[in-house]
DNA sequence: CTGTATCCTGATGGATACTG
DNA sequence: CAGTATCCATCAGGATACAG
């Protein structure tokens, strides 16, 4: 049952903050999360083009640690072709203040990052997502 | 100035927020500034021994990247025997909400780590933290 | 007291090509 | 369409010893 792949917490203060962060701190964790609460419902290939840079193997790698992780769902449709969907579990859902603050806070100090604006997109609260 | 670690944000959805995660997602960087939140300053052996299995080494290390990305002050008082003191900057004091959310989330879903009931401290919000 | 210097291991992330 | 298979570079993190 999901193991995390980062080893251990040491169970200190900050132990369940460091526990919460390793799941989403993967390369590109945060923009799958991202999208799947944007838009409810992506299948395989749909993320890969919004994403665009990701290869085939690192989201599969990223969306399996996520599903490991209980943060998303994915949905085999057994027909041919291949129909594979994946959405965000309650759990995942769970994990909008989390990004929203972090955006946040991104966003107040992005001059930190060396000047990169975010531009488009200040998250628009994912139309119907409140399920 | 403060050219973070990781490499590179692709600026998608979802840029500020991995930009941010990358700031506290050091194996110890939580753990750190949740004891500066709590302690207000802390010398560098009082963080090794609150920490205590961390060695020198690591403690340094995150302790430098926390500085260098504008989180955390360091003090360094001219004297025999040698005297530094860390403490958050305003702008690591801003993380307060994400520490915040991110412990309540992973409180909530303790369970995916496999029974770690991260024990006593619930955060006292810091005693009198609010400069 | 507050660190550095070395050396080392495993995990993370990526390029490229191939498949049911 | 939705992935696997290989191979590879880099880096985060740690053990141990030493230093100003």
Same mark, same amino acid.
């Given at each position: 049952?999901?193991?995390?792949? /980062?080893?251990?917490?040491?169970?200190?203060?900050?132990?369940?903050? %460091?526990?919460?962060?390793? *799941?989403?701190?993967?390369?590109?964790?945060?923009?799958?999360?991202? /999208?799947? *609460?944007?838009?409810?419902?992506?299948r395989?290939? %749909?993320?890969? !083009?919004?994403?665009?840079?990701?290869?085939? !193997?690192?989201?599969?790698?990223?969306? !399996?640690?996520?599903e490991a992780?209980?943060?998303?769902? !994915?949905?085999?449709?057994?027909q041919v072709p291949p129909k594979v969907e994946y959405s965000l579990t309650a759990r995942g859902r769970e994990l909008t203040p989390i990004l929203m603050a972090l955006k946040a806070w991104g966003d107040a100090h992005i001059d930190l990052f060396g000047s990169k604006g975010t531009a488009g997109k200040p998250f628009t609260t994912a139309s119907g997502e409140q399920k």
């Open positions: 049952m999901a193991k995390t792949h /980062y080893s251990r917490f040491d169970c200190q203060p900050g132990c369940s903050v %460091e526990a919460a962060v390793s *799941l989403i701190s993967g390369k590109w964790k945060c923009v799958v999360l991202w /999208y799947l *609460l944007e838009e409810g419902t992506l395989f290939n %749909e993320l890969r !083009r919004r994403i665009n840079t990701i290869t085939p !193997r690192m989201l599969t790698h990223q969306l !399996r640690e996520l992780d209980g943060l998303i769902h !994915r949905e085999v449709h057994a």
